[in-house]
């Protein structure tokens, strides 16, 4: 509890650089991944996170320092040769980008282990906490780093801000926006260069081999819970910077453990909440709506199949049980319980010492439905042309979705029929 | 072909071939287009149609020819020319609205950087009216049925206020209503002496629909007034029977990785 209020008091001038260069490394990265994932090129992200791994390593090996600066430099020309290989690769030989993605990968972060093992071996990774590049370490930012990551992530933020109208067509329709002259190589380049420029800075708090998730993710998250972009990018930001966040008070607490998976976790943790809860696109949401619609249709079949055995008998508001309502119409046993009490609640149904009464609304919307399954059938088969045996498992659908505007069109369409193809009644008012 | 001054003239397409991956899927063609037509561009599947307008746009290279608009290379007038592609090369699950997609149509007049201001807009809303879109404009696009994505994308052409406009086939997939509105829509454009070039399926509405027609197969069989060029005869050799040998070519060039045009010093245009 200690460490927590410590840490979040951000009184340690030392937690204040590690909670705002992990803000500033995962939001920038979430902001820029919002376009690599609009783009579908979440697995390109992958490739460059891996690729920057031998350049890191490469330039540590040159200069024998850890100054960020010489770090990035290394790290930004190896991950934008992976992208220019990958391209060459997939655009002049048989081979699909997919399978030159994961050629390149994995021959880059081969590459970058085999040099990292050699600095290792040669004793100076500990000092350099070279290593941590692997799974990240937001705890060993300090203010060097910060200044460099600072200036790289407001490029990023100010790049997207005054590109926003481009990448976002780009994203949507790149072969309008080549017709309009819009430059869109120089675009694109500009787009990959952030990407790269996110990843470099992104996986001092990520890591290597987990930056894909911090580009993808927030922006997979995000898009659950909204339709416009802007929203879209603002809350990805948010989700990234949440996730940096925790990941850096995990550092902070358990120095041991390595952030970048923490973050990932965290952010992972989002973007299945965001799966299952969002409204309109969650699971949850759309199993409500749906088990909603089941108890929508088993309630009117209830009402349809008490009038039907009242039309029969002449005698709307005749008691039933519910063995007589199942005698006309199968259904299962607790649906039918559970409807007949949730329609009684409603107003439709009363009930008399177990047996069961229509209202009089309950009575109309029984008409109701037997009336719209009659019209669809004679439509079905008047104007299409069904042969009338057919037409009967269509209609017991079809009547629950009709709305009284198209109930009206139907009407008058058929021009208000007095007989279904089977010469049953259809019942107005 | 015509006597149309060098003025009237807005497309001129001198000896074009274009090739997919070596294969020229256009052989040779040479046409020029007049001012103020509503022109359908028709033949059998796998012809060349919206290469042909791809090619005119710049979106594939060609392989020899030249293409010039208003007597100029497209780069000097991208203004006045407008392309609508084809409604399903484009994830309409997008989050963008359909204003925002009218909009994408004033990027060109507003250039880098610059956001769309509020006479961008109502350029945007005005053309959402003409299209019969006005209350859908803050509708999410993946909402929108393939009529409605059509005039959206009708709309946003509209929004370039441009001259000559190249459709690859609008009429695909959307319903009665939306077809006779996008028609007389562009009925109009040609009156006010815009030129619209449509890439079409349909043969029955062809004589109803297009002052001029464009018959292609692989190469130009024909272009003309509809009256006459549109006949029997020539909707013989255009759907008639594929022409085995050029594809056979075309085929065997992709093959051998052959080069479509021996090398030879540049010449001058």
Redesign the interface.
């Known amino acids: 509890m200690d460490t927590f209020l410590d840490f979040f008091s951000f009184s340690d001038p030392n937690v204040r650089y590690v909670v705002l260069g992990s803000i500033l490394l995962t939001s920038s990265s979430s902001i820029v991944g919002c376009f690599t994932f609009l783009k579908k090129k979440a697995l390109v992200g992958d490739a460059v996170a891996h690729a920057v791994l031998p350049g890191v390593c490469l330039s540590f090996l040159l200069t024998g320092e850890k100054n960020p600066f010489v770090l990035i430099i290394g790290a930004f020309i190896t991950g934008w040769l992976s992208l220019f290989i990958i391209d060459a690769i997939s655009g002049r030989s048989k081979i699909k980008e997919d399978t030159a993605i994961g050629l390149i990968l994995s021959v880059f972060f081969g590459i970058g282990i085999l040099i990292l093992t050699v600095i290792q071996k040669s004793g100076a990774a500990t000092q350099t906490g070279l290593d941590s590049f692997l799974f990240g370490k937001a705890a060993s930012l300090v203010g060097q780093d910060l200044i460099v990551f600072g200036i790289v992530a407001l490029l990023l933020f100010l790049s997207v801000w005054l590109l926003f109208k481009e990448f976002s067509l780009l994203s949507f329709d790149e072969a309008f926006a080549q017709t309009i002259g819009l430059p869109v190589r120089s675009i694109e380049l500009v787009l990959t260069t952030l990407t790269v420029m996110a990843v470099v800075i992104g996986i001092q708090a990520v890591g290597v081999v987990l930056m894909a998730a911090m580009l993808i993710t927030p922006a997979a998250a995000a898009r659950f819970w909204t339709d416009k972009i802007k929203v879209m990018i603002a809350l990805a930001a948010i989700f990234g910077s949440l996730s940096g966040l925790i990941g850096a008070y995990i550092s902070y607490a358990a120095p041991s453990m390595p952030t970048g998976p923490w973050i990932v976790v965290v952010i992972s943790t989002i973007a299945f909440i965001s799966f299952f809860m969002a409204p309109g696109k969650g699971i949850i949401y759309r199993m409500r709506n749906q088990s909603r619609i089941k108890k929508h249709i088993n309630d009117e079949n209830i009402l349809k199949t008490l009038y039907q055995l009242s039309e029969e008998e002449k005698n709307f508001y005749e008691a039933r049980t519910v063995d007589g309502i199942l005698s006309k119409r199968k259904f299962d046993k607790g649906n039918l319980e559970s409807g007949l009490r949730r329609l009684k609640n409603e107003g439709f149904l009363n009930n008399d010492n177990g047996f069961w009464k229509l209202t009089l609304e309950g009575k109309e919307k029984g008409q109701r439905i037997v009336k719209l399954h009659r019209l669809w059938e004679l439509y079905l088969t008047e104007y299409l042309k069904i042969a009338p045996d057919h037409v009967h498992d269509d209609a017991d659908t079809i009547e629950h979705i009709l709305t009284p505007e198209l109930e009206a069109r139907l009407e008058k369409l058929l021009d208000y029929p007095t007989v279904d193809p089977h010469e049953s009644e259809i019942p107005y008012r | 072909m015509t006597d149309a001054t060098k003025n009237d003239i807005v497309l001129e397409i001198h000896d074009l071939t274009v090739s997919y991956d070596r294969k020229p899927v256009l052989w040779d063609v040479d046409l020029s287009l007049p001012q103020g037509k509503l022109i359908g561009i028709i033949g059998p599947n796998g012809a060349g149609k919206s290469t042909l307008i791809?090619s005119v746009?710049?979106?594939v290279p060609n392989s020899s020819g030249y293409v010039r608009l208003f007597d100029h290379n497209l780069?000097d007038v991208?203004?006045k020319?407008?392309?609508i592609?084809q409604r399903e090369?484009?994830?309409w699950d997008?989050?963008?609205?359909v204003l925002?997609?009218v909009l994408?149509g004033r990027?060109?007049k507003?250039g880098?950087?610059?956001?769309?201001r509020k006479a961008d807009k109502e350029v945007a809303m005005d053309c959402l009216r003409k299209v019969g879109m006005e209350a859908y404009m803050e509708r999410?696009i993946?909402q929108l049925s393939g009529g409605q994505q059509q005039r959206v994308f009708l709309a946003?052409a509209l929004a370039?206020q441009a001259d000559l406009y190249f459709m690859d086939e609008p009429f695909a997939g959307v319903d009665a209503a939306t077809e006779k509105t996008i028609i007389s829509i562009l009925s109009e454009m040609t009156e006010r002496g815009n030129t619209v070039v449509v890439v079409h399926h349909d043969l029955q509405s062809i004589s109803e629909y297009f002052d001029w027609v464009i018959l292609l197969n692989m190469r130009l069989v024909a272009y003309g007034p509809t009256e006459e060029v549109f006949n029997q005869e020539l909707l013989q050799e255009t759907y008639g029977g594929k022409l085995t040998l050029l594809s056979d070519v075309g085929n065997l060039m992709k093959r051998k990785r052959f080069p479509n045009r021996e090398a030879k010093p540049a010449k001058r245009i």
């Open positions: 791809k746009m710049g979106l780069d991208r203004a020319v407008s392309y592609p090369s484009v994830d997008f989050p963008a609205s925002d997609v994408m990027y060109g507003l880098l950087f610059k956001r769309p999410q993946s946003r370039q």
